[in-house]
């Protein structure tokens, strides 16, 4: 089993609805969740990071975190074409241990 | 705004030839590391400095790959031999501490295409 598993995709929804990209962690001991876009060809930037259960928001975008179910997903709302991107789920294991998932790639089309 | 710097973006070599990345990170964080993404794969950790000393570079292929990061600030990725294999993207990234509640920055990589 990966340690941080994503759906590679693609996940096409269309204009102005929500995307739900979802994440799952293998460790029960990871304490911090991180979310990356990756547009083609450039680096990962940070969109988000969770650290306790439940849900936090940031403008259009949610991250929910559940422990229990080692789960952690974002919610895209209001969906544009420039998120048409790579999402990278990260999870921090410790001090000296982070792991990224393969990344969905999420397509929005107008 | 404070970046994390690499050089060069792009990098076409042979096979058997030696290849070097640097990487500046933001200044003030303590540590940096170094990943290498294949073309549809998340990155991969190769090494992760704190300060000038190593902490993980479990992952990283010793016979050939190279790493260091002298004083403590800038750091280096070297490899060789490289090998067809070794195209992908090297990425820098740097943290102002590690653990767990951590956010890291990353450059805007290299390119590598060994031939």
């Known amino acids: 089993q990966k340690e941080v598993e994503q759906n590679s995709g693609p996940l096409s929804v269309p204009e102005g609805a929500i995307a739900s990209l979802n994440c799952t962690y293998s460790?029960?001991?990871?304490?911090?969740f991180f979310w990356y876009r990756q547009y083609s060809g450039k680096s990962p930037e940070l969109i988000m990071f969770?650290?306790?259960?439940g849900d936090k928001e940031d403008g259009r975008f949610t991250a929910q975190l559940n422990k229990a179910s080692q789960y952690v997903s974002l919610l895209i709302r209001d969906s544009q074409p420039s998120d048409s991107a790579t999402y990278l789920c990260?999870?921090?294991?410790?001090?000296?241990?982070?792991?990224f998932g393969t990344g969905t790639r999420l397509k929005v089309l107008a | 705004e404070a970046e994390v710097a690499q050089s060069p973006r792009y990098k076409i070599t042979e096979k058997s030839q030696a290849v070097a990345f640097w990487c500046d990170p933001i200044?003030?964080?303590?540590?940096l590391y170094w990943y290498r993404q294949i073309l549809g794969q998340g990155p991969e950790l190769l090494v992760q400095?704190?300060?000038?000393?190593?902490?993980?570079d479990s992952q990283l292929p010793k016979d050939r790959f190279s790493a260091e990061r002298l004083k403590g600030v800038d750091s280096t990725l070297k490899i060789q031999p490289a090998e067809l294999g070794d195209s992908a993207m090297y990425l820098c990234a740097s943290s102002l501490i590690a653990g767990d509640y951590n956010e890291q920055f990353f450059g805007p990589g290299t390119r590598l295409t060994v031939l």
């Open positions: 969770i650290y306790s259960n």
């Open positions: 400095f704190q300060d000038e000393s190593v902490v993980d």
């Open positions: 460790d029960r001991g990871s304490q911090s």
């Open positions: 200044s003030g964080h303590a540590t």
């Open positions: 990260a999870v921090a294991l410790g001090t000296y241990k982070y792991i």
